[in-house]
């Protein structure tokens, strides 16, 4: 079983959609991390969310923590063909050390 | 400021072969992490170093090994490839012991036959 459970592992969409994707444990975490890989890069990261219900924004993307702190959603609103890409949901070890990654939500928008 | 860089971007070895794969860290960064990334899966972490010493590892057996540079440069060792080592390696640079944001190269892509 993994820390961090990702759904759906794949969504092809039509570029306008609105889409959540979602980053699932049954463990309680300090903090997460959103990270977005596109093809022939590593993981860039997009937000980190730190208390129980916080709610970022990044542009057209709103990240949310549960407030529990064992999950998180990540939104786009208005999906572009430019969203195309891999997003990794990831927690840092207590030793801030070794991020445990997610398995991903591979996403395709389409022109 | 320059950012992460890997070499090389992608080769192909054959089972039992060892393989060298190299990372320049960000300018200003005092830990290097790698991390496997297999094909469709999250990435997995292998080790990281800080000043030139292993500072944590991750479940990879001793034939990975790593080694940092003074000039924050960092090596991944792979001793006695299998054909499940075919994957993304990642490398990323931090600073602080990784608590700070990780940067990650664009990986190198390693295919074993």
């Known amino acids: 079983t993994q820390l961090l459970e990702q759904s759906p592992q794949f969504l092809s969409i039509q570029e306008g959609e609105n889409l959540t994707v979602y980053c699932n444990s049954s463990?309680?975490?300090?903090?997460l991390q959103w990270y977005r890989q596109e093809p022939g890069e590593g993981p860039v990261l997009l937000v980190t969310?730190?208390?129980?219900?916080e709610v970022k924004k990044l542009k057209r993307l709103t990240f949310q923590f549960g407030d529990a702190r064992k999950d998180s959603s990540l939104h786009i609103t208005a999906a572009q063909p430019g969203d195309t890409g891999l997003y990794l949901c990831?927690?840092?070890?207590?030793?801030?050390?070794?991020?445990?990654f997610g398995g991903g939500t591979r996403l395709m928008v389409k022109p | 400021e320059t950012g992460v860089t890997q070499s090389p971007t992608h080769l192909i070895k054959t089972r039992g072969q060892q393989v060298t794969l190299r990372c320049s860290s960000q300018?200003?960064?005092?830990?290097v992490s790698w991390y496997q990334q297999a094909l469709g899966q999250g990435p997995q972490f292998i080790f990281q170093?800080?000043?030139?010493?292993?500072?944590g590892r991750g479940n990879f057996p001793p034939r990975f090994s790593g080694l940092q540079f003074p000039n924050y440069s960092s090596e991944l060792n792979v001793n006695a490839l299998e054909l499940d080592d075919s994957a993304l390696y990642l490398c990323?640079?931090?600073?602080?012991?990784?608590?700070?944001?990780?940067?990650f190269g664009p990986g190198t892509r390693l295919t074993v036959l």
């Open positions: 990323a640079s931090g600073g602080r012991r990784g608590r700070d944001e990780q940067f």
């Open positions: 463990s309680v975490f300090s903090s």
């Open positions: 969310v730190v208390t129980g219900g």
């Open positions: 990831a927690v840092l070890n207590n030793a801030g050390n070794m991020l445990t």
């Open positions: 300018s200003g960064h005092n830990t």
């Open positions: 170093y800080y000043r030139e010493e292993e500072n």
